[in-house]
């Protein structure tokens, strides 16, 4: 159940949420098998797992969790545009919405991109640097990754709900691609956009179901509500309703204040934020999804009456 309306045809059942009007709380960030399966049996809404980056197999543990859970939704916060071919991506997508019975959240993101350090809220060199030259990925100007990604967007659409599709851009080119079978949710999974630079939300405006910048410490809610409006801009200038793009984030909890969480994401909330990511950070903590639900979710819906 979205807590905002959407263009995307597809809704989040109301078994798969525990929402009670505005914000929608997920969790990200664990590894532990056992806590996906005590996550899917107290109704947290969602196990959004991963970073942007060049770790393969995480698609592959994602179909896993598909299998063995059937309430939560799944998906990559978020999934480089650049390790994959565009169709290969869209197929492994494609059959984790159908292992799941339709409960992928397909997160993208431009990928690695020549960044000055310091950049984005991380401290120090850009860590794709290290990352892409490990896997033998090359790093590209912004607006090439940016365009890249928009093609990648056209092309999932294309191949989720087309019986054959061709597709000719600067980049990539696919010729009589069929991918059967389709997603369960049509025409396709909710498509989540990680980022914040302007080109970035022009895409978002045009093309997302969900918006995801990052939290605290890395974001300021003062800049965070400076990018929303920018989206809001953007949306208005192609005529569509900001309303109908969930904005997000990703906060990092701290497991020694508690409070000082639970106060910052009321002030997300109040901010307009209706979709948050709590992440977590090894060591966790014994029984950590029960410890999320009694220490920050359950006071943050009672304190802000959602």
């Known amino acids: 159940m979205w807590s905002s309306p959407s263009r995307h045809r597809t809704r989040f059942p109301a078994e798969n949420s525990r929402v009670r009007g505005g914000a929608r709380f997920e969790r990200g960030q664990f590894a532990e098998r056992p806590t996906a399966h005590a996550a899917d049996r107290d109704g947290l809404s ?3 797992r991963g970073l942007a980056g060049a770790r393969r197999g995480r698609r592959l543990r994602t179909a896993g969790r598909a299998a063995r859970t059937r309430r939560l939704r799944l998906g990559l ?4 545009n650049r390790i994959r071919p565009p169709a290969v991506l869209g197929k492994m997508a494609t059959t984790v919405d ?4 339709g409960r992928l959240i397909m997160g993208l993101g431009v990928g690695g991109t020549v960044q000055a350090p310091d950049a984005g809220g991380i401290a120090g060199e850009n860590p794709a640097v290290a990352e892409y030259a490990a896997y033998g990925l090359t790093l590209v100007p912004p607006a090439e990754g940016i365009a890249r990604l928009e093609e990648i967007i ?5 191949m989720w709900t087309r019986d054959v599709f061709d597709f000719h851009g600067r980049y990539y080119t696919l010729t009589s691609n069929r991918n059967e079978p389709k997603p369960v949710q049509q025409p396709g999974p909710p498509l989540l956009i990680g980022g914040w630079g302007n080109r970035t939300l022009r895409l978002v405006a045009e093309h997302a179901d969900i918006w995801n910048i990052p939290g605290p410490p890395h974001n300021t809610l003062d800049y965070i509500t400076e990018r929303s409006a920018v989206l809001d801009d953007h949306c208005a200038t192609i005529g569509r309703d900001p309303r109908t793009i969930t904005r997000s984030v990703q906060y990092i909890v ?4 508690p409070a000082t969480d639970r106060k910052t994401i009321g002030e997300l909330i109040a901010a307009g934020v209706t979709h948050i990511v709590l992440s977590l950070r090894s060591p966790y903590p014994p029984q950590a999804a029960r410890w999320l639900a009694d220490q920050i979710i359950t006071p943050v819906r009672s304190a802000t009456g959602e």
């Not at 916060?77 to 480089?80: D, E």
């Not at 056209?154 to 294309?158: D, K, R, V, W, Y």
């Open 254 to 257: 701290s497991y020694d204040d």
């Open 154 to 158: 056209t092309i999932l659409h294309g």
């Open 46 to 48: 969602c196990r959004v």
């Open 98 to 101: 159908v292992i799941s019975g």
């Open 77 to 80: 916060l978020v999934t480089s």
